[in-house]
């Protein structure tokens, strides 16, 4: 089954035997490529609207994996098995996210590996699961359909990790793989803040602040 470039890159970092929940499985292209190729024992793809679940229920029903795939109608992670050990949570906004999994905080307890893809607010994603002493294991950007994404692969330790404004920020191996993708992206990012400081009479006093500040941390990590 072909995968778009930011799912294969989310498939290549679900580790080998894993018990794994995809959160919004939306078509399941993702979910039955891991059990196809044996990624996963076994696999729960959660769906929360009628239309999407109906095509993933078929799409599954034509896999040759279909019997280590179940999938449910449900929202979120309150439903999840209690045998599920990795979490992919993919294609919608770091808000989203931070509020499915403290919803249902408690269905955390058995989960080992969390991989996310937040399209906004990837920093508060990361402050978040850092305070659940999730570690952060690797970190990719993709480039697909003129947007960047940030995929983020986590493991549950112990303890915090130690995470610097920088770290939260633009991640802590991004920040310091720094490839093409990541200078681009911020480098994109810092021209839109200098256009809007040259009209700073318009963003008022706090605004100007916050994007000053954010031009002076790109200007840090590049």
């Known amino acids: 089954m072909k995968l778009s470039k930011r799912l294969e890159t989310i498939y ?3 580790p080998q035997g894993t018990f794994c929940a995809d959160i919004g499985a939306d078509h399941g292209k993702l979910i039955i490529s891991l059990a196809e190729n044996n990624i996963s024992i076994s696999s729960l793809a959660v769906e929360n609207k009628i239309g999407p679940f109906k095509r993933l229920k078929e799409n599954i029903s034509k896999s040759k994996a279909k019997d280590k795939i179940k999938a449910i109608l449900s929202d979120g992670i309150k439903d999840i098995d209690d045998n599920i050990d990795t979490l992919i949570i993919a294609g919608m906004g770091g808000d ?5 999994l403290n919803k249902d905080k408690d269905k955390l307890a058995n989960i080992k590996y969390i991989i996310v893809d937040a399209h906004t607010n990837s920093n508060k994603l990361r402050r978040y ?9 690797e970190e990719k950007i993709v480039y697909e359909a003129h947007i960047f994404y940030e995929i983020i692969k986590l493991e549950r330790r112990d303890k915090k990790q130690d995470l610097d404004e920088l ?3 633009f991640g802590p191996i991004l920040r310091k793989r720094k490839d093409d993708l990541f ?3 911020y480098q994109l990012i810092d021209e839109k803040i200098l ?3 040259n009209n700073k009479d318009k963003l008022g006093e706090v605004r100007s602040k916050e994007l000053i500040r954010e031009h ?3 200007k840090e990590v590049l």
Do not use: G, P, W
């Open 96 to 100: 989203l996210i931070i509020n499915i």
């Open 195 to 197: 256009e809007l400081l």
């Open 129 to 137: 699961l850092n305070e659940l002493s999730f570690t952060i294991l």
């Open 167 to 169: 770290d939260i920020k």
């Open 12 to 14: 290549e970092l679900v």
């Open 216 to 218: 002076e941390m790109i």
């Open 183 to 185: 200078i681009k992206k």
